[in-house]
């Protein structure tokens, strides 16, 4: 995960048009947890990210993502594995978004 988290970043930020930065961001995953509620009825992944500058301000920000699963074990693994893919980078847009993000890159 922490790689798809990078690339997902460096991905977003390009999109964005934000150039490199000297300040070095920090980010935890501290949550990506899935829940269903049935047979393929309310999946769900919950994820959230904390971004941190050096200066020791920080930016968190949290999804949930929901997706309907495939029948089967194979099909339904390999469909939470994609929406944890979707979910991670619906995440970074989010937090790449956010009016408080470009400060931690100063």
Excluded: H, N
């Amino acid at each position: 995960l922490p790689q798809q988290v990078e690339r997902g970043f460096d991905e977003a930020l390009a999109r964005a048009g934000v150039r490199a930065s000297p300040a070095r961001v920090t980010g935890r995953l501290t949550r990506a947890e899935i829940a269903a509620r049935g047979l393929g009825v309310g999946t769900y992944w919950d994820v959230a990210l904390l971004l941190a500058s050096p200066d020791g301000r920080r930016l968190g920000v949290e999804l949930r993502y929901g997706f309907e699963p495939g029948m089967g074990m194979v099909a339904g693994c390999k469909d939470a594995g994609d929406a944890l893919a979707t979910a991670i980078r619906l995440l970074v847009d989010k937090a790449v978004a956010d009016p408080r993000f470009i400060a931690l890159l100063r």
